[in-house]
Every structure is written in structure tokens, then in C-alpha cells.
């Protein structure tokens, strides 16, 4: 149940029953063993990736398999039994998942963002049956954005009392609802008409007036199902409902956990299309005829021009990487000592990461047809999932804003603003 708050119109209630669902899912305990996880499961979901792309076979087995591993119950407090670990960890996974498959990255990505939100607005009685239901392996989905609005803010679901008076009614549809197909809970973000503020209810999947629809049909993350939820007077007890517009009237760290996971699934792809682009180039292409006659070598890898677009490539992956880790440390150090000014120069580092891992991306994924030549165009091959992959992901919040928020700090020492969304 939501924390009292002086205009909140939900107030303490029973506590949450506990689950009757034994743990399942490995307890991960330290950074190193999150980090090997990661790697094994990257290494092991990398094989089928560009079969799955290509048939649009969604990844339910792999998923299941990231559940039982303890991945998605890394950032639960240690008090409750979690690993507790920081951010620079959490976006290496996030990056090594990503390089091994961009689609399977950002399925979890919202489940890692409202984890997050139970830990900052969560009750003790929400916080003690969520973190136990993540930590036997349970998905939290998401039911953010909503298509045909004014802005991204502007939300028309409603939570509202039911007749009885019992609990509340949630009805609405939500668009790019990437998780809601695979999740035990989906979280949904909302307007209460009593007071018209931004509230999450977590409801289950199976609720009654509840539907997800499979509809997504975009040109890259093909294996995500970010299709449509539609909600119609869906149930929702009390003590399941966070106060969401909380989070925002202080310093908060919100966004730029988002963000940052967004990044690092950019430096993923970025970092794997220029080792695909690598591979292809030393096993595959062949020089171009100018280049032998120069006797520049008899091997596309040995064409000067090759090795200095190879270059100019791992540089941009290089500062991606860089500015990524950068940013992790920034957002540990804030949560370390929250204060204005640690959560802005938090949404700084993450928004200079997030802009540079974008433009490493879609161009290193872009390139990698540029220096491996025709072959690398062949359909059977699906090269192209990389930059599909990238031009989608990126789409996700306007890179321009970003700059503008950087260059107005870098300028006049104006802070960001707390409106979420960097």
C-alpha cells in the first residue's frame, strides 16, 4: 500500500498476504557472481538471437532461464535477501545482454525501473511480498506510454473507488508495453480521479479485465512483444498501489536508472556490431583489388582504409563504454548522498552516455555493411538485426533534448529538470 501523505487519497490498509509460491530462482550474493551470470547467459542466449529476429520466435524459454538464473533480483535490498548491487554493475549486465541479443535486454529493463520504485515508495508490507515474489523469480512488466495523447505525460488511465468501496477500478490502454506478454505483475502507471496525481498499481497478469495484446510491429526489437494492454475495470486492492508523484517532488534518481539501462543496451549493440563487423571482415571479405595492386597486403584486414574506419568505430564504442561507466558511478554516488546535486549531476552523466551510446549504435551497426561489403547483405546472414535494433532502441526519448539540458548546464549551470523523463 502507498506510504500516508498529505494529499494522497489512499491510506493504510491490511497488510499484503504473503505468497504461497515457493523460490525457484537462484539468490545471487555478490557482484562477481552477477557479473558471471551475466556472461554465461549472454554467451548462451548470443547463439539463437538472429533465428529468433528472424522468425519472430519470442524468447519465453530464455526468459525463464533469466529468471531462474537470480539476474532480475540483483538490485533487491540486501535486508530482504537480495544482492543489493549498484548501478555500474547493473548496466554491465545490461550491456552484455545486450550484446548478445538487444531484444532479450530490453524485456527487463522496466522490471529493474520499478523495482526501483518499491524500493523508494513501497510500504514495508508491499516491499516484504514484491521482493519476495522477485526473488523466487517473479517478472514485473510495465503499462507506461499511451498512443494518441497530447505528450508523453499525458496519460488518460484512471484509477477510480469501485461502487462498493472495496478497492479500486483501473481502465485504460497502454501501448509499448514491453514485458507485459512475459510478466507475473504488470505495473501500470495512472491518474487517481480524486486527485488527478500520477500513481503505479501493480496488478497481475492474469487479472480479470486485464488483456494483453501481441501487437507489436517494429522494424527492430522484434522479440520483445511490446504490444498493447488494455485495462477495463480492472481490480485493484489498495495496498497495491504506490504514490508514483512522490517520487518527483525531491531529488530522486528515477529517470536516470532508466536512462542508464537504456544505455547500456545501446553500448551493447554498439560494441557487438563492431565485433560481428570484425569477425566478417577477417574471415569473410575479401580486399578490394585497389588495395593489392597498392601491395597493401593481400587481406581485407590489411587495407589502411579498413583499419582506420575500424578505427574511427572503436573509438565511438570506446567512449560509450567510458562515459557508461561514468555514469553508473555517478548515479551510485548520488544514491550514496541524494541531494540536488548529486541527482543533477547524476541526469548529466547519464544523458552525455545516453546521447554518445545512441550515435555509437545506429552508426557502428550502420558501418558494419560499409567495411564488410555485399556479402554482408544477405538476408540468411541477418546482419541487419543490429541496426534495426539500434534505430528502434534509440527512438526511445529525443537525444536533442538531452544536449539542450547539457549545454544549458554546461553554459549557465542550470540543473536539469525533475520531471522524470532524463
Not at 58 to 83: H, I, K, M, N, Q
Amino acid at each position: 500500500m502507498p506510504q500516508s501523505s498529505a494529499g494522497s487519497p489512499y491510506e493504510p490498509t491490511t497488510a499484503v498476504p504473503p505468497t504461497d509460491v515457493e523460490p525457484h530462482a537462484t539468490v545471487l550474493k555478490t557482484d562477481a557472481e552477477v557479473l558471471r551470470t551475466a556472461r554465461e547467459l549472454a554467451d548462451a542466449f548470443r547463439a539463437g538471437a538472429a533465428e529468433r529476429d528472424r522468425e519472430r520466435r519470442l524468447p519465453r524459454a530464455e526468459l525463464d532461464r533469466l529468471s531462474a538464473s537470480g539476474l532480475l533480483a540483483v538490485t533487491v535490498p540486501a535486508a530482504y535477501g537480495g544482492a543489493e548491487v549498484g548501478a555500474r554493475t547493473l548496466a554491465e549486465v545490461f550491456r552484455l545482454l545486450a550484446g548478445a541479443d538487444a531484444s532479450l535486454a530490453q524485456i527487463p529493463q522496466s522490471h529493474f525501473v520499478y523495482v526501483a520504485v518499491l524500493r523508494r515508495q513501497g510500504t514495508p508490507a508491499q516491499q516484504e511480498f514484491f521482493f519476495r515474489e522477485i526473488l523466487a523469480g517473479r517478472r514485473l512488466g510495465n503499462a507506461q506510454s499511451e498512443a494518441g495523447t497530447r505528450h508523453v505525460q499525458d496519460l488518460r488511465t484512471r484509477l477510480e473507488p469501485a461502487p462498493d468501496g472495496g478497492h479500486l477500478l483501473l481502465t485504460g490502454v497502454k501501448n509499448y508495453s514491453t514485458g507485459a506478454l512475459f510478466a507475473d505483475w504488470i505495473p501500470v502507471l495512472a491518474r487517481d480521479v480524486r486527485d488527478e496525481e500520477l500513481y503505479v498499481a501493480c496488478v497481475p497478469r492474469t487479472a480479470p479485465g486485464l488483456r494483453v495484446e501481441d501487437d507489436w510491429d517494429g522494424l527492430g526489437q522484434r522479440t520483445t512483444a511490446s504490444g498493447t494492454v488494455h485495462l477495463d475495470a480492472v481490480p485493484v486492492p489498495a495496498d497495491r498501489v504506490l504514490p508514483h508523484h512522490l517520487t518527483f517532488r525531491g531529488p530522486q534518481l528515477h529517470r536516470a536508472l532508466a536512462q542508464l539501462l537504456h544505455a547500456a543496451i545501446d553500448t551493447g549493440i554498439a560494441g557487438d556490431a563492431l565485433a560481428t563487423a570484425a569477425e566478417f571482415v577477417t574471415t569473410k571479405s575479401r580486399p578490394w583489388f585497389e588495395s593489392v595492386d597498392r601491395g597493401w597486403g593481400g587481406t581485407a584486414a590489411e587495407d589502411p582504409l579498413l583499419v582506420q574506419r575500424f578505427g574511427e568505430l572503436d573509438l565511438l564504442v570506446r567512449s560509450a563504454k567510458a562515459l557508461l561507466v561514468q555514469a553508473a558511478e555517478e548515479v551510485d554516488t548520488a544514491r550514496a548522498a541524494l541531494d540536488e546535486e548529486s541527482a543533477a549531476a547524476a541526469s548529466l552523466a547519464v544523458a552525455a552516455a545516453k546521447v554518445q551510446s545512441g550515435k555509437a549504435a545506429v552508426e557502428v551497426a550502420s558501418a558494419l555493411f560499409e567495411v564488410a561489403g555485399t556479402r554482408a547483405a544477405l538476408a540468411s546472414l541477418g546482419l541487419d538485426r543490429h541496426w534495426r535494433d539500434a534505430r528502434t532502441h534509440t527512438l526511445h526519448d529525443p537525444a536533442r533534448w538531452k544536449l539542450q539540458h547539457l549545454g544549458r548546464h554546461a553554459l549557465s549551470g542550470i540543473r536539469p529538470p525533475r520531471h522524470g523523463l532524463l
